[in-house]
């Protein structure tokens, strides 16, 4: 029997999360989006889609829903689809409050719904082939991390750099150490538009690993970066997912000092695979089988709080305590 999902929102996200789905077999898709013209564009690519302007209208004949809409409209379109009793895969960032991600999060669990947030750089290999050279200890004790994720950007209305671009990075470094940040500070900038960041600078410190993590967000940058570079006391790996030969590279210490030679440095393959494709796979198998998500609520629930977290200390200049953010 086929799956039956509603993909709401033909943007960027919404557009790519439907080319993904079309790839994974006995899924039937249908495109809502309230604009008119989008749903003509969408059309004119999927000819085999239904199509809706409204959710309300079709919620009835669907077993899941992809939210990729605006970040103000996320909440609502969840709760409207786990009110129907259908699955739920949410687009970053997963909320733009603690309230409705928490709310969201409760109705899932009463409900016994599957309910994932799109924490895309997860699934991909390189984020989870460092992972586990994070594990096996080839990079020692883990300093420090340093995240770039810049290029000319698509303004937002309702949200700015921070809540989306850092949701990625959050997110990896979250899975790279196994832990949230108890502490955050922001420093955001506003070039364009007054009041609504457009270029970030946001530090996080780690209890457990005792490391920090400095993240650099912007819209301002005339080329796109994606990158990560993790800092260990035995080594270095540099995580770049733009780069057309080498996504992941590995640099180990001497006695010497710093390494640079090949005998000190491993290369790690070309991008490889589209992980917003094997997330959206993973979301299907889930729904099929029961499993439980590799990127749950949960999760985004812990990014909303740091996000919130980044907010406060953005307005008030000061570090921020998340446990103080969260109750």
């Known amino acids: ?178 832990e949230m940040p108890y502490a955050v500070s922001a420093q955001g900038y506003s070039h364009v538009r007054t009041g609504h960041s457009d270029e970030a600078k946001l530090t996080m410190r780690f209890r457990k690993s005792d490391s920090v993590a400095a993240v650099y967000v912007s819209w301002m940058s005339p080329v796109k970066i994606r990158r990560v570079c993790v800092i260990g006391d035995r080594g270095m790996a540099l995580c770049d997912y733009v780069s057309p030969t080498e996504t992941l590279r590995l640099y180990r210490y001497s006695r010497f000092g710093f390494d640079k030679t090949e005998d000190g440095l491993d290369r790690i393959g070309p991008y490889s695979g589209d992980p917003l494709s094997e997330q959206d796979r993973h979301f299907v198998e889930c729904i099929r089988t029961g499993r439980q998500s590799e990127t749950p609520a949960i999760d985004g629930l812990a990014t909303v709080q740091v996000l919130a977290g980044l907010d406060i200390s953005n307005r008030s200049g000061h570090e921020v305590y998340l446990d103080e953010v969260s109750r």
């Open 1 to 178: 029997m086929n799956l039956r999902v509603a993909v709401v929102g033909y943007g960027y996200w919404g557009s790519r999360h439907v080319r993904a789905l079309s790839h994974v077999p006995n899924v039937e898709v249908t495109i809502v989006d309230n604009n008119p013209t989008r749903l003509i564009v969408a059309g004119a690519c999927h000819p085999a889609f239904s199509l809706a302007d409204n959710l309300g209208n079709i919620i009835d004949g669907i077993d899941a829903v992809v939210v990729s809409s605006p970040p103000l409209f996320h909440a609502d379109i969840a709760r409207q689809a786990l009110y129907a009793g259908k699955h739920v895969l949410v687009e970053k960032p997963f909320t733009t409050s603690i309230r409705d991600a928490e709310e969201l999060v409760g109705m899932a669990k009463k409900r016994e719904l599957l309910l994932a947030v799109a924490h895309t750089f997860q699934y991909h290999w390189a984020t989870r082939r460092l992972k586990a050279v994070i594990e096996e200890g080839r990079l020692g004790n883990i300093l420090a991390i340093r995240s770039d994720r810049l290029a000319l950007g698509r303004y937002q209305n309702s949200v700015d750099v921070v809540w989306d671009l850092a949701p990625h990075d959050i997110a990896i470094i979250g899975y790279l150490l196994g």
